[in-house]
């Protein structure tokens, strides 16, 4: 098989936030640190069918102490590259530095745009510094004529946040960023991640019209509203009560994910659903054993055989039944 065409590597593991929707907040995670340029390249050297490079994982990238020279090491090499932040630590230098350096896409994670919501599910983060570091650095983009990174806007889907998702439309056309993104919210049963909160396949009438109102604010502005699976808001709708949803995915045959760690897994939600039986959908790591071995090896073989069937693996279980894909 072909290798993987879109990789995801994890820069860092360390994080400035304590998110409420995210695993490294309540699950055991593997020891903080960063990965080195030598590291990163190696990576690189051994996975050649790789056309795009998303830069993130359980992890702030913005912290990784060298992150412009690991964007320009990848886009050497052809990748397109982009990665999700907070955008906390989103300095006008920095962002220059990574516009320099050739990153094609930031994701700004926001999740909701007024203060108390935010506050909620980003602890430790302030709404109005992220705002600014934002208004600064796409006044900065426009002023000069600069196209890259482009850069979106990204709320994580659930019932308390969904009201606001007019809100952040609003604030995207305000600061002159033209796309929010709608993502998923993987159910981990705990903090703002649970079965509750999730409405795919599960919106009221009352949350119809909040996703409807949302779709019509951001066609008057002249805002691409997206969501996951590169859909527009009516991801969250039902799709045609797919019995085995995780089977439209291709991401068993088309990406892979390595940890900082240099672990291997298959996409960059595996930690997140699966967050306690992470070694089952482990398959080696890249430092240790050739990515070829790993990729066409029996561990990932068994992986996509068993995705194929009525019983996947854990981490693919329920995706898509609470979540889109």
Not at 102 to 127: H, I, T
Not at 265 to 279: D, G, K, M, R
Request: aromatic letters at 8%; hydrophobic letters at 35%; glycine letters at 8%.
């Amino acid at each position: 098989m072909d290798g993987p065409e879109t990789l995801y590597i994890e820069p860092t593991n360390r994080c400035n936030l304590a998110c409420t929707t995210c695993p490294r907040t309540f699950f055991p995670q593997e020891a903080p640190r960063d990965l080195s340029l030598d590291e990163f390249q190696a990576i690189l050297d051994q996975v050649p069918t790789a056309r795009r490079l998303v830069l993130h994982g359980v992890g702030e990238p913005l912290l990784h102490p060298n992150l412009p020279e690991l964007v320009q090491e990848a886009r050497d090499r052809g990748l397109d590259v982009l990665f999700n932040t907070n955008a906390q630590l989103l300095t006008l230098s920095l962002g220059k530095a990574l516009s320099r350096a050739g990153l094609g896409e930031l994701r700004v994670s926001l999740d909701a745009p007024v203060d108390e919501a935010y506050g909620r599910v980003r602890k430790g983060g302030s709404l109005a510094a992220v705002t600014e570091n934002l208004r600064r650095f796409r006044s900065w983009q426009i002023d000069n004529g600069v196209e890259l990174p482009k850069l979106s806007l990204g709320m994580t889907e659930g019932r308390d946040r969904l009201p606001f998702l007019t809100k952040l439309v609003e604030l995207g056309a305000e600061l002159g960023i033209p796309e929010v993104y709608l993502q998923r919210l993987v159910v981990l049963g705990t903090g703002d991640a649970t079965r509750g909160e999730a409405t795919y396949n599960r919106l009221s009438e009352a949350e119809e019209a909040l996703l409807e109102g949302a779709e019509v604010r951001a066609h008057e502005l002249g805002v691409l509203l997206r969501g996951s699976g590169n859909r527009s808001g009516d991801h969250l709708h039902q799709r045609n009560g797919n019995r085995r949803p995780w089977t439209e995915c291709r991401r068993p045959y088309m990406a892979t994910y390595i940890t900082v760690h240099g672990n291997v897994l298959p996409c960059c939600i595996a930690p997140f659903s699966a967050p306690l039986a992470l070694e089952e959908c482990t398959f080696a790591n890249i430092f240790e054993s050739p990515f070829d071995a790993i990729w066409d090896g029996p561990l990932y073989r068994e992986f996509r055989e068993k995705f194929a069937s009525d019983n996947p693996p854990v981490c693919c279980r329920d995706c898509g039944t609470w979540w889109s894909l």
